[in-house]
T-cell receptor, first 114, second 112 residues
Framework: GAGVSQSPSNKVTEKGKDVELRCDPI?????LYWYRQRLGQGLEFLIY??????PDKSGLPSDRFSAERTGESVSTLTIQRTQQEDSAVYLC???WGSGGREQYFGPGTRLTVT | GENVEQHPSTLSVQEGDSAVIKCTYS??????FPWYKQELGKRPQLIID?????GEKKDQRIAVTLNKTAKHFSLHITETQPEDSAVYFC???????????FGTGTRLQVFP
């Protein structure tokens, strides 16, 4: 079946502009996660959605970052007033439920803020 | 909050040798420990995971060990092959959430 997909694959934006990144999880996966990966570094947790529960936003670095998810389907990550330090690959992952289940990653969106 | 440290940052081995990567975690409530492999320009993929009720798990050439008392876990790759060359990430999470806290990664190079 289809894996996790993300769009766009690459995004170049000017400092101060808003960007919206999209994630389509694997059908039926109730959990969805966003991570950020700066060049040559590890994955940094941003936000986690599980079913109809309130999202865990503890990883969002500032109030310029927000994310939404419609039911158990697509999610969008929005970054307002982008800064150069926001440049990174943004990875989305999904899994069946919670409690230590494999997370399947999408290909990521490479964001470059000029 | 939870912190995961990973060592070494780079590791070079000769084909056929073994490779060991070590991680330590800070939150004693963590109970799920996956390892992901990320090839250059590609997405991370799970290669093996272990839960806190198990001390060791093996899958062909790959094994993971967990020491809950010391709060550390290790990845062991035996009979390394050039295609094992990649960046490997350890991670930890707690039972009621799958929020993964990742280590900083180990770049493994296997020379033929």
């Amino acid at each position: 079946g289809a894996g996790v997909s993300q769009s766009p694959s690459n995004k170049v934006t000017e400092k101060g502009k808003d960007v919206e990144l999209r994630c389509d999880p694997i059908s039926g996966h109730t959990a969805l996660y966003w991570y950020r990966q700066r060049l040559g570094q590890g994955l940094e947790f941003l936000i986690y959605f599980q079913g109809n529960s309130a999202p865990d936003k503890s990883g969002l670095p500032s109030d310029r970052f927000s994310a939404e998810r419609t039911g158990e389907s697509v999610s969008t990550l929005t970054i307002q007033r982008t800064q150069q330090e926001d440049s990174a690959v943004y990875l989305c992952a999904s899994s069946w439920g919670s409690g230590g289940r494999e997370q399947y990653f999408g290909p990521g969106t490479r964001l470059t803020v000029t | 909050g939870e912190n995961v440290e990973q060592h070494p940052s780079t590791l070079s081995v000769q084909e056929g040798d073994s490779a060991v990567i070590k991680c330590t975690y800070s939150d004693s409530a963590s109970n799920y420990f996956p390892w992901y492999k990320q090839e250059l320009g590609k997405r991370p993929q799970l290669i093996i995971d272990i839960r806190s009720n198990v001390g060791e798990k093996k899958d062909q050439r790959i094994a993971v060990t967990l020491n809950k008392t010391a709060k550390h876990f290790s990845l062991h790759i035996t009979e390394t092959q050039p295609e094992d060359s990649a960046v490997y990430f350890c991670a930890a999470s707690k039972g009621n959430t799958d929020k993964l806290i990742f280590g900083t990664g180990t770049r493994l190079q296997v020379f033929p």
